[in-house]
């Protein structure tokens, strides 16, 4: 079975960046589209961004202009460039087929973002 490791998470000020990646056990190249989501304490899992199969993405407009999705299907690895981060990213980030998949949610990576 497939596996998604999350890693690249930390704490860091306002403004800062992190570069989240997802590690997929499998080959990648096949799979339509690729997702990252968050969930902050009390609140429901959202949806991040996602990426397609031929490069398309879409995101939450709570993150437009200041994170990038991309993947890499050679290295079967999805990334989240998070840049201009502030106090209300903070969250567990996960990634996950998109739409998601229930048996495919790993542990995720914590991102804090504070001064």
């Known amino acids: 079975q497939v596996q998604l490791v999350e890693s690249g998470g930390g704490s860091v000020q306002p403004g800062g960046s992190l570069r989240l990646s997802c590690a997929v056990s499998?080959?990648?190249?096949?799979?339509?589209?690729m997702g990252w989501y968050r969930q902050a304490p009390g609140k429901e899992r959202e949806l991040v961004a996602a990426v397609y199969i031929g490069g398309r993405t879409t995101y939450a407009d709570s993150v437009k202009g200041r994170f990038t999705i991309s993947r890499d299907n050679a290295e079967n690895t999805v990334f989240l460039q998070m840049d201009s981060l502030q106090p209300e990213d903070t969250a567990v980030y996960y990634c996950?087929?998109?739409?998601?998949?229930?048996?495919?949610w790993g542990q995720g990576t914590q991102v804090t973002v504070s001064s």
């Open positions: 996950n087929w998109y739409p998601p998949r229930d048996n495919y």
């Open positions: 499998g080959s990648i190249f096949w799979i339509v589209a």
